[in-house]
């Protein structure tokens, strides 16, 4: 899972939200430091920006004093005891010498940038300092280096350390500029000594642009840096196994003995729990707790404890095997379009008998008065056997006595706050009675009641689960169910709330009960805008709070806007005038692409009526360095090459036409070189080959030319050369660690542009009809984990409603149609989908409910079928 979403779901029970935004009482018992309430002085200028309040010295006529546009910066980090100190002291330096700087004004802000799976190049960042060159910096570090002197914090990871206090260096961007980079994305500049706009690149190691010398001041804290190795450990550490803002888990061999173990690290003062335990304290409870279970045979054996600078190493055996999520997707029956019974009642026994082991584990760990705190399928590790499990990660364990909540856990299997102590263990158990079978139990934190419609699916889909099994998870996870007012976190953060009240799911809609099911879902989308904000209209994936992300048509509101056009909705007259004055003008940074910015806000912005400003918004492109753009559909070449000819063809603008040509040959161009043997690309219809052949092919549409056809049909072999056949028969992408059969992503895309070409060349390509047959396969399995457009059921059902390979029959769509209801879940009593990682509801195009409502839209309306953007439906044989 992407630990990314769990911070976003903290703020509102139903939608990923941006954590500045807690509310009423939450806010309330999160307040400002008393810095941040400070009167902002005279001559100077202050704002919010994100988490960050920001103040600026004023010029002599009122305007913010200009200053460099890039250069060294000075960072502090801070403690939850010191913050405030650092703060009140900076405010104190800075405004009587006029320099520029900014501080995250709430202690739940800074807690939330240091907790566990915070993005690891912003951990610790409390203040930011602005020196106006060189000599200021090593004014301002030496002078607010000895106030600070002898306060803590956690290490700044993108910068190098002064001295031993809490102020860090790096060098990069002041003010914000952006640039396209080496892989076609548009990402944050600064000026090489060229005066060249380049990446400011944000790794979470301390690096000197190659155009930068260090200065000579900071040169002993560069080589103070480097002094600390792992070289004289007794230990040869051989991979890094994962990373989180509290340290690195490594596997190495023990040299004095070549046993195999496992390293863990923990940072001081970072990787915060929701009790304020850094990654050092959970890592001591974890210590604990294993030297407590020690001979049971179920938890690893400690191995050693050592300090390594300021970080702490615990060392434990390492166990074979594999994760048990690892077991269910590989034999998951249900990843077939027609499930063998005998081998769903294989899955069904050898779950049964996995899930006995886990309980039998529990309960061995209970029995040495220890409660685990943090049970779930990514934690269970099955031996090479396939039938003996032990329990990995004893962070969150504590004591029986304590009877304690939970202060880390997966949001699939978190407790309500009325659980304590064994209680938390228990329900986690019940979550995993029907995470095997449905391993979609991350709704449960948007509502509880979801239990018992998953118990329902899981007896239709697996007949030989004893119903006992079932009915006793769902009486233990809706056991005084409803919790009013229940807030808490899964995740080191802090946690998602639990829903108010049992949700009425026998009252929603069908998905397959067109028109009905999709006013449904129209009413819950225009029930959720919110036009009275700046960052977004519809909510939606967390991508919306990047840059540009809430205007788009994958994540913003052109995407929600078009789909509702599509369908046939009554227009959305605020919507439209919203996404008209965000536009006016283009907020800095906002992407150029199709699915991820400006030309796909142009594009909707023509279809509904205001050609003026889409024809403004593609001015503004063309004035960008566009043709250094990636190749793809959702954000480079292709996508901005559709919008071009779209537009040349609606208006009549001849200029538009010939970039248009020009974009087309770019491609035709890339595709003609010979790719290297060693690249890794992506493939599909979004950020893969598919995309640009399905440009092509439209512009072959229109002139003819026989190059666009050879190097559409260029693009797809490259994308078929990714894919590989699965066991089932399906045909999907192979990324390596994982295959793909999804519409953005994945196969279906690819088998969505297939059909395309097979209907223009009539049937040319042997290969191309041998890969739609089994991407046909891909695209009727049984299960899928999502429910979304681009990564998720609802885009198997738009390949299904527009395909022409054989064997894609009515049957077929309507089951997929019916499983959409699997992830059914209310807004005010209507039809809704939860987004990526199912934490909350999305109402967005690629990932929520606007998706959902166009894939049902090209399957069920059969007077007016529902499209994506240049994939209109294609003519049955």
């Known amino acids: 899972m992407d630990e990314r979403y769990e911070v976003y779901a903290l703020a509102d029970r139903h939608f990923y939200e941006t954590p500045d935004r807690l509310s009423g009482s939450e806010r309330s018992a999160a307040p400002s430091y008393e810095t941040a309430r400070r009167e902002v002085p005279e001559g100077w200028h202050s704002g919010r920006i994100g988490d960050w309040l920001t103040l600026t010295p004023l010029d002599a006529e009122g305007n913010v004093r200009p200053g460099p546009a890039q250069g060294w910066k000075i960072h502090a980090s801070a403690t939850r ?56 910096l ?67 190691s301390f690096q000197v642009p190659d155009w930068v010398t260090l200065p000579a001041f900071l040169a002993p804290q560069l080589a103070a840096r480097n002094t600390t190795t792992v070289g004289d450990l007794p230990y040869r550490i051989e991979k890094a196994l994962h990373f989180s803002n509290g340290g690195g888990v490594y596997r190495g061999t023990d040299t004095r003995d070549g046993r195999k173990v496992v390293l863990k690290e923990g940072r001081p003062h970072a990787g915060l729990a929701s009790d304020g335990a850094d990654a050092i304290a959970r890592l001591e409870r974890e210590k604990d ?376 040959g770019l491609l035709v161009q890339r595709f003609a070189e010979p790719q290297p043997a060693s690249a890794r690309r992506r493939a599909g219809l979004l950020r893969g080959a598919s995309g640009p052949a399905l440009f092509l092919l439209r512009q072959y549409e229109a002139t003819g030319e026989p190059a666009l056809l050879t190097a559409a049909a260029e693009a797809l072999r490259r994308d078929l050369d990714r894919c590989v056949v699965q066991k089932g028969g399906g045909l999907e992408v192979d990324e390596g660690w994982r295959t793909l059969p999804y519409l953005g992503d994945g196969s279906a895309g690819l088998g969505m542009v297939i059909d395309d070409f097979l209907a223009l060349t009539g049937g040319d390509g042997a290969d191309f009809e041998k890969a739609r047959t089994g991407i046909l396969t891909a695209a009727t399995s049984r299960f899928y984990v999502q429910p979304g457009l681009f990564q998720g059921r609802a885009g198997m059902i738009l390949h299904l409603s527009r395909t022409t390979t054989p064997g894609a029959t009515p049957r077929r769509l309507a089951d997929q149609v019916s499983a959409l209801g699997w992830f059914a879940m209310p807004y005010q009593g209507q039809l809704a989908f939860p987004g990526h990682q199912m934490m909350r509801l999305s109402m967005d195009l690629a990932t929520g409910t606007a998706g959902c409502l166009l894939a049902l839209g090209a399957a069920l309306d059969s007077e007016v079928p529902a499209q994506l953007p240049f994939l209109p439906p294609l003519r049955r044989p």
């Open 289 to 664: 707790a294993l030297e407590r279970l020690a001979g049971i045979g179920v938890v690893p054996e400690v191995r050693d404890w050592f300090a390594l600078g300021e970080h702490r190493f615990l060392v434990m055996d390492f166990l074979e095997g594999r994760p048990l999520n690892s077991f269910l997707a590989e034999r998951h029956p249900l990843l077939t379009p027609e499930p063998d019974p005998d081998a769903v009642a294989a899955f069904t026994a050898w779950a049964l008998r996995i899930h006995r082991r886990v309980e039998e584990a529990v309960e061995a760990v209970h029995a040495r008065g220890v409660v685990f705190n943090d049970l779930h399928v990514f934690n269970i590790m099955v031996a090479p056997d396939e039938e003996s499990v032990s329990l990995l990660d004893f962070e969150a364990a504590a004591p029986v006595e304590e009877n304690g909540r939970q202060v880390v856990a997966h949001p699939g299997f978190f407790a309500p706050p009325d659980r304590t102590g064994p209680a938390v263990d228990r329900y986690a158990l019940a979550c995993l009675r029907l995470a095997m079978f449905m391993p979609v139990t991350t709704l449960f934190v948007v509502d509880r009641g979801k239990a018992a419609h998953l118990a329902e699916v899981i007896s239709g889909q697996f007949p030989d689960v004893p119903r006992r099994f079932l009915d006793e998870a769902v009486a233990e996870i809706t056991r005084d169910f409803p919790v009013a007012g229940a807030t808490a976190a899964p995740s080191a953060a802090s946690a998602p709330s639990a829903a108010p009240a049992a949700a009425p799911f026998a009252s929603l809609a069908e998905p397959g009960d067109w028109p009905y099911s999709r006013d449904s879902m129209v009413k819950a989308i225009l029930a959720s805008a919110t036009p009275e904000r700046d960052d977004r209209l519809f909510p939606g994936d967390i991508t919306q709070f990047s840059d540009g992300g809430g205007l788009g048509i994958a994540h913003g509101a052109a995407g929600v806007l078009y789909a509702l056009a599509e369908t046939g909705a009554e227009r959305y007259e605020d919507g439209e005038r919203w996404l008209l004055e965000h536009t006016a003008p283009v907020p800095v940074g906002t992407p150029l692409g199709l699915y991820d910015g400006l030309a796909g806000v142009a594009y909707v912005l023509e279809r509904l009526g205001h050609r003026q400003r889409a024809l403004d918004l593609i001015d503004g492109i063309l004035k960008e360095g566009w043709q250094r753009l990636a190749s793809d559909l959702r954000g480079g070449l292709a996508g901005l090459g559709l919008v071009l000819a779209d537009l040349a063809r609606t208006t009549g603008e001849k200029e538009l036409g010939e970039r248009a040509a020009e974009a087309a």
């Open 81 to 136: 005891l010191n913050a405030e100190k650092i703060a009140a002291t900076v405010w104190d330096y800075c405004v009587p010498r006029q320099i520029p700087f900014k501080f995250v004004p709430a202690p739940h802000l800074l807690h939330l940038r240091n907790t566990k799976y915070a993005a690891r190049d912003a951990s610790g960042k409390f203040v930011t300092i602005y020196p106006a060159d060189e000599e200021h």
């Open 138 to 204: 090593h004014t301002v570090l030496r002078e607010l280096g000895e106030l600070l002197d002898g306060l803590e914090g956690p290490y700044i990871l993108t910068d190098l350390r002064w001295n031993d206090g809490p102020l860090y260096v790096r060098y990069g961007a002041f003010a914000r500029s952006f640039v396209v980079d080496e892989r076609g994305s548009l990402v944050p500049a600064v000026r090489d000594g060229a005066g060249k706009l380049v990446p400011d690149r944000r790794q979470p």
